[in-house]
């Protein structure tokens, strides 16, 4: 299966500012995904990024905070824009593999654990 | 109502223990259904998938119920190793598009 890569891995950051979170696929995938995992809450998807196209927002997360780019098909960013302290949470991306004929396997990213302070 | 719902835990059990959670949904016409598993400070990875029929895999069983809408993990002869966080998951999407939601998570702990 293909690996993915996510970077940082933390990072702690002043109020206001914006941080660009990197994932690359050793795999060409047609759709990655974007998950905020908040402290003892579950994986809350972000977007969905399509290559060639704008990314599809999920109730509540808005392009203007949360802009995606998705180059090419193996490589997305998402930027968490103007941070305040309830942007820190863990990032994760993602991408789905097909298992079989009716499954879906989702594989993350190790992860981005943002502070903002 | 959250799309899907798990106890939180967290369920402490001595090794050994045979150990169950459960898992509802709301959307009736979720396809797909699974348990990944999470470990403190990593990303989820898949643990198993849930077919209509039951499904086991080792010392793991899982079961779906459609009319209830429910899920469940067992898992038999605990080991230190499977404390972790087993978070339900299902896919909701509309065919041909996946969507997976996530359930809250069980924390496990086995103890010695």
């Known amino acids: 299966s293909a690996v993915i890569s996510q970077k940082p891995s933390r990072d702690i950051c002043q109020r206001g500012t914006s941080l660009t979170i990197q994932c690359q696929v050793d795999?060409?995938?047609?759709?990655m995904f974007w998950y905020r995992q908040q402290p003892g809450q579950s994986l809350t998807l972000i977007a969905t990024a399509n290559q060639g196209s704008e990314a599809t927002y999920e109730s509540g997360f808005v392009i203007d905070k949360f802009p995606i780019s998705r180059p090419n098909l193996t490589f997305s960013t998402l930027t968490v824009s103007n941070m305040s302290p309830e942007d820190s949470s863990i990032y994760l991306c993602s991408f789905y593999s097909p298992v079989g004929a009716l499954n879906t396997e989702a594989f993350f990213g190790q992860g981005t654990r943002l502070t903002v302070v | 109502r959250k799309e899907v719902e798990q106890d939180p835990g967290p369920f402490n059990v001595p090794e050994g223990a045979t150990v169950a959670f459960n898992c509802t949904y709301s959307n009736s016409a979720s396809q797909s259904f699974f348990w990944y598993r999470q470990d403190c400070r990593k990303e989820p990875k898949l643990l198993m998938s849930?077919?209509?029929s039951g499904n086991e895999d080792g010392r793991f069983t899982a079961q779906l119920n459609r009319a209830s809408q429910y899920i469940s993990l067992l898992i038999r002869d605990s080991k230190l190793s499977d404390s972790a966080t087993y978070l339900c998951v299902v896919n909701s999407g509309d065919t041909g598009f996946q969507k997976l939601v996530f359930g809250t998570g069980t924390r496990l702990l086995v103890s010695p």
């Open positions: 849930v077919y209509s």
């Open positions: 795999s060409q995938v047609t759709m």
